[in-house]
């Protein structure tokens, strides 16, 4: 499977952005999709994930209640809602893909074998 990332961009602390990842080559409702982001001089972390049905979803504490993450496997693309956003969610954010039937928690502690491009996310206060 190939994943696209597009949607980031610059925006006032408080607003919000979606992210998309769109996906090919491969049957998308099989697979499982994270977001993660990587800030400079920071590893990597986990955001969010969503179930290959779409009916199980993980945040991370910081982004719970803040950030949605939803799929549309008609259209082969998984969305991330980002809204209130702050300074500390800048970061260049990418997404991943695991043909896996894991729900929930363990969502968020598989290896995530596919791996789309970053898109950036720059929060300015």
């Known amino acids: 499977v190939q994943l696209q990332a597009s949607g980031g961009g610059l925006v006032q602390a408080g607003g919000s952005l979606r992210l998309a990842c769109a996906a090919s080559?491969?049957?998308?409702?099989?697979?499982?999709i994270a977001w993660f982001r990587r800030a400079p001089g920071k590893e990597r972390e986990f955001v969010a994930a969503v179930s290959r049905s779409g009916g199980s979803t993980v945040y991370r504490d910081s982004v719970e209640g803040r950030f949605t993450i939803s799929r549309d496997n008609a259209k082969n693309t998984v969305y991330l809602q980002m809204n209130s956003l702050k300074p500390e969610d800048t970061a260049a954010y990418y997404c991943?893909?695991?043909?896996?039937?894991?729900?929930?928690?363990?969502?968020?502690?598989?290896?995530?074998?596919?791996w789309g491009q970053g898109t950036q996310v720059t929060v300015s206060s």
């Open positions: 080559g491969s049957t998308f409702s099989r697979y499982a």
């Open positions: 991943a893909a695991d043909p896996t039937n894991h729900n929930g928690g363990s969502l968020a502690r598989i290896r995530y074998d596919y």
